[in-house]
């Protein structure tokens, strides 16, 4: 329904419920019955308009979803596994099932931590959100294919050795999202890298290993 047609049916019941001057008593009974009918009508319609702006948002497409997954974590500039409060931040862009195996990750952190002082606990740096453990500096997000509610997005990645060296590593992951609520969220992340000791399977995978 149109915002004209929503206007057009709160002028009729307001031209029907008003004051009855100059008509004849039965047309007056007529618009008495009348108007209840009418009443409900608008309400209908008041529903079904307010029912289709909350249950058709723009959904945003995996492509943005992965950038703007990958703009969040270039800004939180965390290494290893996400602190309490990226994840606050992270939340809106990643999967259930990713969230729930980053949290597994860090309480096996915490434990592990606890009973073996002085021994460095996993997960502890390195970026586990690409195949490179410094990880990327600039993101270029490629291809997507769609899998009904999954899709698999192609990225490129690029580091850049800082102190002026310039040198580059330049690398394509891939990003797999699930449709969640009716917004794509990052669910896991393929790694592509192919040279020594680069990061190898998926993330969730290298979440579930043991340390």
């Not at 009855?20 to 209840?36: F, L, N």
């Not at 259930?96 to 502890?124: V, Y």
């Not at 992951?173 to 009716?182: Q, T, W």
Request: proline share 6%; charged share 20%; hydrophobic share 45%.
């Amino acid at each position: 329904m149109t915002m004209g047609a929503h206007r057009s049916i709160v002028l009729a019941v307001s031209s029907i419920s008003g004051p009855g001057a100059g008509k004849r008593p039965q047309a007056q009974r007529a618009t008495r019955r009348a108007a209840p009918a009418v009443a409900m009508g608008m309400a209908i319609a008041i529903m079904l308009t307010t029912a289709c702006r909350v249950a058709s948002p723009r959904l945003e497409t995996p492509g943005l979803a992965a950038a703007a997954f990958y703009a969040e974590r270039l800004d939180l500039g965390f290494t290893g596994l996400p602190g309490r409060r990226d994840m606050r931040s992270l939340a809106p862009r990643i999967s259930r099932r990713l969230a729930s195996a980053l949290a597994a990750a860090r309480r096996e952190q915490e434990t592990f931590a606890s009973e073996n002082p002085g021994e460095k606990p996993p997960w502890i740096e390195g970026d586990l959100f690409s195949s490179l453990f410094e990880g990327p500096t600039a993101v270029s997000v490629g291809d997507a294919t769609l899998l009904r509610d999954r899709a698999e997005v192609v990225v490129e990645l690029t580091h850049v050795s800082p102190a002026g060296s310039h040198a580059q590593t330049r690398w394509t992951d891939k990003v797999l999202l699930v449709l969640e609520s009716g917004q794509w969220r990052v669910d896991d992340i393929e790694y592509g890298g192919v040279w020594d000791f680069a990061a190898q399977g998926r993330l969730v995978e290298a979440l579930q290993s043991a340390p």
